[in-house]
């Protein structure tokens, strides 16, 4: 079983998901989150999602937002992500269990000297080898093109209403099944009932308004996605 992350990579979990807009419980509808870091470098800390929801209304639908910020060594990508979600013990229809994440229906979000600076940084530190090992050659490439000022960042939310399930909590588990010339850096996802929160319909709207707060942003996720594999690689040995 995967160490427990402490310090730096609990940080990074946590504050990433700040940096994506999604608060503590931010109002009587969000019932819970969590967030997946770099769910395909093979030194990633967790494969899947598996996120607890209680005191639940158990005779009204449950809301979920699926939010994925990706990179693409391609400037115009042209692959998908796809992820698979379902609550524990419950079946689902297809069309409600499985996600296409198109990159061409995804929000393109603009790079910035201060994302590429931060990235540099991060990357500079480490071998080509090193880098594969730790975060799959795939994503390596995809970060290398951002450096070298090139590639794409992704970004979009997709938002699942399910129907009342009769019981007081439930387990979601979600997971990505394939990728398509885009890698996922992070999965945000946010259980409630009622009112969805701005937030939780477009949790990327927001970037495409100042260039230079993207780039802070963006380098500040990125950055900690590397904290989490690297924690999580060196508890490994």
């Given at each position: 079983?995967p160490?427990r992350?402490?310090?730096?990579?609990?940080?990074?979990?946590?504050?990433?998901?700040?940096?994506?807009?999604?608060?503590?419980?931010?109002?009587?509808?969000?019932?819970?989150?969590?967030?997946?870091?770099?769910?395909?470098?093979?030194?990633?800390?967790?494969?899947a999602?598996s996120?607890?929801?209680?005191?639940?209304?158990?005779?009204?639908?449950?809301?979920?937002?699926?939010?994925?910020?990706?990179?693409?060594?391609?400037?115009?990508p042209?692959?998908?992500?796809?992820l698979?979600?379902?609550?524990?013990?419950?079946?689902?229809?297809?069309?409600?269990?499985?996600m296409?994440?198109a990159?061409?229906?995804?929000?393109?979000?603009?790079?910035?000297?201060?994302l590429?600076?931060?990235l540099?940084?991060?990357?500079?530190?480490?071998?080509?080898?090193?880098?594969?090992?730790?975060?799959?050659?795939?994503?390596?490439?995809?970060?290398?093109a951002?450096?070298?000022?090139?590639?794409?960042?992704?970004?979009?939310?997709?938002v699942?209403?399910y129907?009342a399930?009769?019981?007081?909590?439930?387990?979601?588990?979600?997971?990505?099944?394939?990728?398509?010339?885009?890698?996922?850096?992070s999965?945000a996802?946010?259980?409630?009932?009622?009112?969805?929160?701005?937030?939780?319909?477009?949790?990327f709207?927001?970037?495409?308004?100042?260039p230079?707060?993207?780039?802070?942003?963006?380098?500040?996720?990125i950055?900690?996605?590397?904290?989490?594999?690297?924690?999580?690689?060196?508890?490994r040995?």
């Amino acid at each position: 079983m995967p160490p427990r992350l402490t310090g730096i990579a609990f940080n990074a979990l946590i504050s990433t998901a700040l940096l994506l807009g999604f608060s503590p419980l931010a109002g009587a509808a969000v019932l819970a989150r969590d967030e997946l870091l770099t769910p395909f470098a093979p030194q990633a800390p967790r494969k899947a999602l598996s996120l607890q929801a209680t005191s639940i209304d158990p005779s009204k639908p449950i809301w979920v937002s699926y939010s994925v910020l990706a990179i693409s060594a391609s400037e115009r990508p042209s692959g998908d992500l796809v992820l698979e979600a379902s609550f524990d013990g419950i079946a689902l229809p297809l069309t409600d269990s499985r996600m296409s994440f198109a990159a061409d229906r995804m929000t393109s979000m603009p790079r910035t000297g201060t994302l590429v600076g931060g990235l540099d940084a991060e990357v500079g530190k480490r071998s080509k080898e090193e880098l594969d090992e730790a975060l799959g050659p795939e994503l390596n490439a995809a970060l290398q093109a951002l450096v070298a000022k090139k590639g794409t960042i992704l970004g979009k939310t997709i938002v699942k209403t399910y129907a009342a399930t009769g019981r007081n909590e439930v387990r979601l588990l979600a997971s990505f099944v394939k990728s398509s010339a885009v890698q996922p850096m992070s999965l945000a996802v946010v259980v409630g009932q009622g009112e969805i929160p701005a937030e939780s319909k477009d949790a990327f709207s927001k970037y495409t308004t100042d260039p230079s707060w993207n780039g802070k942003v963006l380098a500040a996720v990125i950055s900690f996605a590397f904290a989490a594999v690297w924690v999580f690689k060196k508890f490994r040995r």
